[in-house]
């Protein structure tokens, strides 16, 4: 998802950047009663995305949802769109969570049984809170912020090293250009089973789908 740079003429007629709304906390929670505070408000606006969606989503009814007043949240928040920021960073959290795990997992494994691992991973981490990942991916564009660039270069880290400790198993080719094709590959097929259905796919279809994922992928290695 992109934020999409919008321009407006100035009265002098020059074009002008317009000016995006800040997506980063006023400050952070180091004691437990800010700390619940600002857990309440994340879990409000993800509860609201879900729910009412963006446009219902202001700074009043998040509050409202949260238990908090408005001024409580300003005091951890600008507006709106740093929740929902902060809403995307805890997401991403989650996920990079059992992607670490998983690496851990299949670092001695051959390619064949650590790609099949890494591809049920990724279409069962992508099914955390389904109906959130979803919004998050249609709606929050507008928010201006969806900062996955940081994860994206830790898996790509993490497929190239494990690539490059099995090297022996690979034919002649570019570490770099196969993590990222591996890492494309994977991860578009998780994000659409998430877009594309409204439930985990069955056990059956799931089978399906990680092992024909994994015959792509392993083809394209060997």
């Given at each position: ?71 409580s949240l300003y005091q951890y928040f600008p507006g709106k769109e740093a929740l929902v920021a902060a809403v995307i960073d805890r997401h991403n ?130």
């Amino acid at each position: 998802m992109r934020a999409i740079t919008r321009f407006f003429h100035s009265h002098s007629g020059a074009p002008t950047l317009a000016r995006k709304p800040p997506t980063k906390p006023r400050k952070n929670a180091s004691q437990a009663r800010s700390r619940a505070t600002v857990d309440a408000l994340v879990e409000a606006t993800a509860r609201i995305l879900v729910r009412e969606g963006f446009e219902k989503a202001s700074t009043n009814r998040i509050a409202e949802v949260a238990g908090v007043s408005v001024g409580s949240l300003y005091q951890y928040f600008p507006g709106k769109e740093a929740l929902v920021a902060a809403v995307i960073d805890r997401h991403n959290d989650e996920i990079m969570k059992i992607v670490r795990a998983a690496f851990v997992e299949v670092a001695d494994m051959p390619i064949e049984a650590a790609v099949h691992r890494l591809v049920t991973v990724a279409i069962e981490s992508h099914h955390i809170n389904p109906k959130l990942h979803r919004v998050l991916d249609e709606q929050i564009p507008r928010a201006g912020k969806l900062d996955v660039e940081a994860s994206s270069r830790e898996v790509h880290a993490l497929v190239r090293a494990y690539l490059a400790s099995h090297a022996e198993e690979l034919r002649k080719i570019d570490l770099d250009l196969a993590a990222f094709v591996c890492v494309s590959t994977i991860e578009a097929i998780a994000h659409n089973t998430v877009l594309n259905r409204a439930e985990m796919p069955s056990e059956k279809m799931m089978k399906t789908l990680v092992d024909e994922t994994t015959r792509m992928v392993v083809g394209f290695l060997k």
